[in-house]
């Protein structure tokens, strides 16, 4: 899970098998009929194969929340067609679910595996902040990666 595209560089590290970064398709289709990791969130329009695929999609915040993780093997959150929101720009009603969020429901989800799991938690949106020498969203994305470290330590 991550809070850019979910076939970025560094989801796709974890369970993709294409040579480019910019295989955005292929790094979909790989998911879905390869690896099919339990829990796909982020940002990305490629991702419409995944009911189809088996996956529960969810596309909101609300409907992150409203999951049943006990019954729920795989979800597909799919929260917008690109990069989710920075959290300097969220309001109270935005329809994107923050990092920590994502975080405690994947936790739900994959928890219900006796042999245990890996989750990638990905705070994309650092990244492209700093890269943009934007102080301000670098810092709020920091403190959200921080508040899903500690979701994932409780």
Known sequence: MTTTSI???TPAAFAAHEPSRSNSAQIAQDYLTQT?????????????G???AGYTV???????????TDSSAFVSGQFT???MAYELARTSVTSEPHLSEMTAVALD??????????????????DHAAHANDLERTVQEVLEFSRAVQTAMD
């Open 7 to 9: 076939t970025g560089a």
């Open 36 to 48: 099919r990791p339990n829990v796909l969130f982020g940002g990305d329009g490629l991702m419409s």
């Open 50 to 52: 995944a009911a189809p």
């Open 58 to 68: 969810v596309s909101s915040a609300a409907g992150l929340r409203a999951l049943d």
């Open 81 to 83: 067609r690109a990069n």
């Open 109 to 126: 989800i994959l928890d219900n595996d006796s042999d245990g799991f890996f989750l990638m938690v990905g705070g994309g949106r650092i």
